[in-house]
């Protein structure tokens, strides 16, 4: 057996592991422990492999900005920003039609650039807009639908935890990919208001207005929002002057947002345990899907496999294109069934030299950039598609009345207005490099 054919057989060993409920780390790196043991005949010289390849994994500077920017998400999450930025919005949207479901969308967004997180952005803005917008009527599905697609805000807007493992996966600028992501993370909020909108007229018994503020009240409201667009300003835009690196601006968001929730009395010594102890875990288990990666993809490495199909594809002669639009649905595909880090893991090593060796007219950082974005796009979606999309769960966790299959009805022209975000960025990639050629 040759060891392309090996690793062609090694993919559906390992999903069958994963639909069995194996851990997703632990089944990524037993497939790749045995392949490479198979490839190189040699148990030893496996096991010497794999102590390097840990190391090497792991001493990596850049990865401590995982757990920074974790532990950031844990203190914006019990600092009570949630609750000033959905107020605020809703003071001034709320009297619209759709308005309450439209702040819900703001305040997801205005809290994913702090938290870097789509689970703990669902999860926080959904025990706080869930309820006002049931207070108000809104129908089960589109309360619950509106939620689970903000969250997904959580991880495009930057910063973002996902985005940045794909920096370093690929070798690309963290600081580039963050200003790639702003245009199309606005462009998201902006879709998603949208669809409420349009929801709204077609369905008017599903969204109601609630009562104008007075522009006092507004104006007050808003007041509560500063600390958010401070420690934003502070991280992204110290990342962006080059005041200090994106590591450093993670410890620097979350020093600043744990003394917000302090002094707001949102962060005592038991709730700040257990934020530590929550971020240990989520870095524990990004860590090990990450170190079942490596050992995964050096096993491919070893097979020469991502070559092999870089060969076959060229060999196809067909349009950069329509290669991208096939690997992008393989991704939405993919979704359905597996987590987003994942799968990020899993396919950018197969995936990424596939779209280096293509021409789209971009320069090979740019393409590198534009390819994370989208991939990132698509990846939000699986976040809200049936049947494993997880805020999905997360919200129906909230609102066990509501059945599920309300809450994928309602989400799913979220996930149209997705596909046609897609489909705009494919075509016009100036979209999202426009900021990077600006300040680059």
């Known amino acids: ?48 492999q794999l102590k390097s390849l840990t190391y090497d994994t792991f001493s990596s500077y850049s990865l401590s900005i995982v757990p920074l920017f974790l532990l950031m998400g844990q203190f914006a999450s019990k600092s009570g920003m949630s609750e000033a930025l959905f107020r605020s919005a809703a003071d001034w949207l709320g009297h619209r039609k759709g308005g309450v479901a439209m702040a819900a ?19 926080t803005m959904g025990q706080v807009a869930l309820p006002e917008m049931r207070r108000y009527g809104y129908s089960d599905a589109l309360a619950t639908g509106v939620l689970a697609a903000g969250g997904t805000l959580g991880i495009l807007i930057p910063p973002s935890v996902i985005l940045v493992i794909y920096a370093i996966i690929t070798e690309q600028n963290i600081v580039k990919m963050f200003a790639a992501a702003l245009i199309p993370g606005i462009l998201a909020a902006l879709g998603y208001m949208i669809v409420v909108a349009i929801y709204a007229r077609i369905r008017p018994d599903a969204a109601v207005t ?3 503020k007075p522009y006092a009240e507004r104006f007050r409201d808003m007041v509560g929002v500063w600390p958010v667009v401070a420690i934003f300003v502070l ?5 962006y002057a080059g005041w200090f690196t994106p590591t450093e601006g993670a410890a620097v968001g979350a ?43 050096s096993f491919l490495a070893f097979t020469q496999t991502p070559q092999a199909i870089v060969e076959w594809v060229s060999g196809l002669g067909a349009s950069p294109l329509l290669i991208l639009a096939i690997i992008l649905v393989v991704y ?6 597996m987590d987003s880090l994942s799968m990020i893991l899993l396919t950018i090593p197969v995936f990424f030299p596939i779209i280096e060796s293509l021409d789209f007219g971009l ?3 740019e393409t590198a950039i534009w390819f994370g974005i989208l ?27 509501v059945p599920i299959r309300r809450t994928y009805a309602g989400v799913t022209p979220f996930v149209v207005s997705d596909l046609v975000r897609v489909v705009i960025l494919v075509a016009f990639p100036a979209i999202t490099l426009t900021l990077v050629r600006w300040m680059f």
């Open 105 to 123: 969308v703001g305040a997801c967004a205005g809290f994913g650039a702090v938290c870097g997180s789509s689970l703990a952005t669902a999860s």
């Open 1 to 48: 057996m040759s060891g392309v054919q090996l690793a062609l057989l090694a993919f559906p060993v390992m999903l069958l592991m994963i639909f069995l409920r194996v851990p997703i780390g632990a089944a990524m790196a037993v497939t790749g422990f045995v392949g490479t043991w198979i490839t190189l005949g040699n148990p030893n010289a496996t096991l010497n």
């Open 235 to 239: 991280v992204i835009g110290g990342i």
């Open 255 to 297: 020093v600043a947002t744990g003394l917000y929730a302090f002094f707001t009395g949102g962060l005592t010594r038991e709730t700040f345990l257990d934020g530590l102890l929550e971020t240990a875990k989520t870095t524990g288990m990004i860590f090990m899907i990450i170190l079942g990666a490596q050992i995964f993809n």
């Open 332 to 337: 939405l595909v993919f979704g359905c069934v």
């Open 363 to 365: 320069t090979p950082e």
């Open 375 to 401: 991939v990132l796009i698509v990846v939000e979606v699986g976040l809200i598609t049936p049947p494993v999309g997880m805020n999905l769960f997360i919200i129906h966790s909230m609102a066990r009345d």
């Open 210 to 212: 609630a009562p104008r």
